[in-house]
Each structure stands twice: as C-alpha cells, then as structure tokens.
C-alpha cells in the first residue's frame, strides 16, 4: 500500500489514451485541445495502469466545444454486463482523482467528497447539472476501489451524437494501447455503441485508426 490512499480511476474516453490522460495530471494542452489543463496538485505518475471491462454500456451525445461540437463518451447508469464498455484504469491517489474529475467539469471547485462512503451507496452525483458530474463505484482490485464518472442523466433521455473523427481517433489509439485488438475488432466493438452505430461504417473506422 502507498502512503497516500489510491484508487483506481476507470476511463472509458479519450483518456484510454495515456499520452492524452497525463494532461490531467501534469497539466499542459494536449496536441489538436483547445483547452489548457492546469493538472493535478500532486504530479506523480500513476502507479499502475490496466484494462477494465466496465458492466455499463458506452454511448456518445453532447455536443463538445473541444471536440469540434460533436458526441463524447459516457456510460450509462444501470448495469449491463451484456454490453459492457472497454475501458483502462489508472491507479493514482484519492486526491489526483478528485482533481480529474473537478477538470472533467470544467475545473469546478470540488465539495468534499468520501469515497468510502460511496463505495457503500455505489454512485453519488457531486453536480447534477455537470457532464461528468456522477461518481460510479465499480468494484476493487488489488485492495483498491474502482471509480469513474459520467452523467447523472439517463441515457434514454439523451440525443445519441455522432463523435468526430479526431476524438474516435484518440479512443482508438487508447484501445491499441490497452488490448490486444486488430483495428477490425476495435472497429466492430465501436459500431455496436450507440452515436456511433449507423454514423459510420467498419471501413471509415479502419481508416481512422491509421490516419
């Protein structure tokens, strides 16, 4: 165990690309970002990183500034182990997940948060009007809890919006990262999501991943 408490911070979007989610930490403006990150209080690398198979399924809506007003990702709010989202985890301390999450919400000053509390209830909304302003508890591995976030709205009540090819093109890099997957298998699992089924095809997928 680490002298700071750590959990694991489970990803799903654009920080499946590690490159991209240590921006988070250190702070800077990622490559193609229209925003700066000012990064984490604490700087440290994570300590360890792994795939998840997270049991919610992953969809895409909003309309992101950032990423040329276009779907992004969330998860949706009840289990579903039948379409579960491909994701990476990252092990950093409480505190560097605590400020991660305040930068997903546009670097909004955090409330205190208990973690072992929500481990209990299994999800809390920190800021209900917020893209990202819902804490999941996944589960534990390694003697470390599993968190992520998405939106305290119910995906039924969201417009499914296709992403643009620069944010796929992050993903996709993120998943070669993590598994093991031809481009074609990585293709196929996307074109069951919903914002990006019927928006594109196996091929335009392909392509993005080796543009």
């Known amino acids: 165990m680490y002298a700071q408490p750590h959990v694991w911070y489970a990803s799903y979007g654009s920080n499946l690309s590690q490159d991209r989610f240590l921006f988070y930490i250190n702070g800077g403006k990622p490559e193609g970002a229209t925003r700066i990150n000012i990064g984490c209080r ?94 999941i508890y996944i589960g534990e591995l390694e003697g470390y809890p599993i968190f992520t976030f998405t939106s305290s709205a119910s995906m039924d009540a969201e417009s499914f919006v296709a992403p643009s090819y620069e944010y796929l093109k992050v993903i996709i890099t993120g998943l070669q990262e993590t598994y093991f997957y031809t481009n074609k298998e990585i293709a196929d699992y996307l074109l069951t999501k919903p914002g990006i089924m019927n928006n594109f095809t196996q091929e335009e997928l392909i392509k993005t991943a080796f543009s």
């Open 42 to 135: 604490d700087k440290s690398l994570p300590k360890d990183n792994r795939p998840i198979n997270i049991p919610y399924l992953l969809y895409f809506t909003k309309q992101a500034y950032p990423w040329a007003y276009k779907g992004v990702a969330f998860i949706g709010l009840n289990k579903d182990h039948s379409n579960s989202t491909l994701g990476r985890m990252y092990l950093v301390s409480e505190q560097q997940f605590i400020d991660v999450v305040s930068q997903e919400n546009g670097d909004i000053e955090m409330p205190i948060i208990d973690l072992k509390a929500l481990q209990k209830v299994g999800s809390k909304v920190i800021f209900k009007d917020s893209w990202y302003g819902n804490i």
